[in-house]
């Protein structure tokens, strides 16, 4: 499908930055739209609620001069994270600041609310919704989301169990509006191929972990630059949702991620502190999200340099030999 309005001549490369808990802040986002991609962060980073208003003036400001400093080069839309779930009491007052800034992209997590969705419409944004299998998918699309984040299998933090190409082509079958395909996504060759796919977008998250504009505690960058696929764990024993996780990230908090307890929180094995004391870890601050695409991170870079490598890769992900066989098929 076109690309919708908000992102023409803004993109250097089809990419979604991920909003991360405690990661994604002002200084991740900024660097990511100057970098010509989408930036985010979770509305619930901001702590306590009123640093919203602090976040969202910065970030307007400061694309609005990189803008003014370079008009053949303007910076990509950036968007916050709103969690609509219930439990969420800061959902109305996060909104209402959106709504004073006119966010340009709302993203929707753990339910779809219409009225949500409408909201935004009203001031000129857009909502895009992730989701983790078609049940979802059908539901957020029939309350307007405008988009879809079609979290799959190998995705960092709560993810699904889907296969990429499984989730894209069956979505693409009935919805014809932007999708961002998450899972795995550590290059540019992932971009292309969620491109070639169906999807839009390319949404990543972990492997902007290791970059120096990230809020994330240096031992987590390292842990992303060290580790493999092999190194992730899916489990629901941390927050009650399926997701995944950083084993040595587990084994340091002073669990087995081989033997995870599930979901019940009153079996939850504890870690010990230094002086004994019994101390319960806590998922994203102790217990690091990763998705399966670590193994093409190899340091710690800034956003900007991330970003040019990604392009490149991008671009450089046709295959000649294989269009030339194609034609040399047909010619048959």
């Not at 989701?131 to 979290?151: P, R, S, W, Y």
């Not at 504009?213 to 949702?241: C, R």
Request: include cysteine; aromatic fraction near 8%; charged fraction near 20%.
């Amino acid at each position: 499908m076109p690309m919708p309005a908000l992102f023409k001549n803004r993109l250097s490369i089809p990419v979604i930055g991920s909003p991360m808990f405690i990661v994604s802040g002002p200084e991740l986002v900024i660097a990511q739209c100057k970098a010509g991609i989408v930036g985010s962060f979770p509305a619930l980073n901001a702590r306590p609620q009123s640093m919203l208003d602090e976040w969202l003036a910065r970030i307007k400001e400061e694309l609005a001069e990189h803008d003014r400093k370079n008009p053949d080069r303007l910076s990509a839309p950036f968007a916050v994270n709103q969690i609509v779930h219930r439990s969420n009491n800061r959902l109305d007052a996060d909104l209402a600041m959106c709504e004073k800034y006119k966010v340009p992209l709302i993203i929707t997590s753990l339910g779809a609310r219409p009225e949500l969705n409408q909201a935004v419409h009203g001031w000129g944004g857009l909502v895009f919704h992730d989701v983790i299998n078609q049940t979802f998918a059908h539901k957020a699309a029939e309350k307007g989301a405008d988009g879809l984040i079609l979290v799959a299998a190998g995705a960092g933090g709560h993810a699904g169990t889907v296969s990429p190409l499984a989730f894209v082509t069956e979505t693409r079958e009935w919805f014809n509006g932007p999708i961002a395909l998450s899972g795995a996504m550590g290059n540019g060759r992932a971009v292309r191929a969620a491109r070639v796919l169906g999807a839009d977008f390319g949404y990543i998250g972990t492997a902007f972990v290791a970059t120096h504009e990230a809020n994330a505690a240096l031992g987590y960058k390292a842990m992303v630059v060290e580790h493999g696929a092999d190194d992730i764990v899916y489990s629901n024993a941390f927050t009650g949702v399926h997701g995944n996780y950083l084993k040595p990230s587990i084994r340091n908090a002073g669990l087995d991620p081989e033997a995870l307890p599930t979901s019940d929180k009153t079996q939850m094995s504890f870690a010990t502190s230094a002086d004994g004391e019994r101390t319960k870890p806590k998922a994203w601050k102790d217990i690091w999200g990763s998705g399966q695409g670590i193994g093409s991170v190899k340091g710690i870079v800034s956003v900007e340099e991330f970003v040019a490598r990604l392009r490149k890769e991008y671009f450089e992900a046709s295959d000649p030999a294989f269009d030339g066989w194609t034609a040399n098929a047909r010619a048959a």
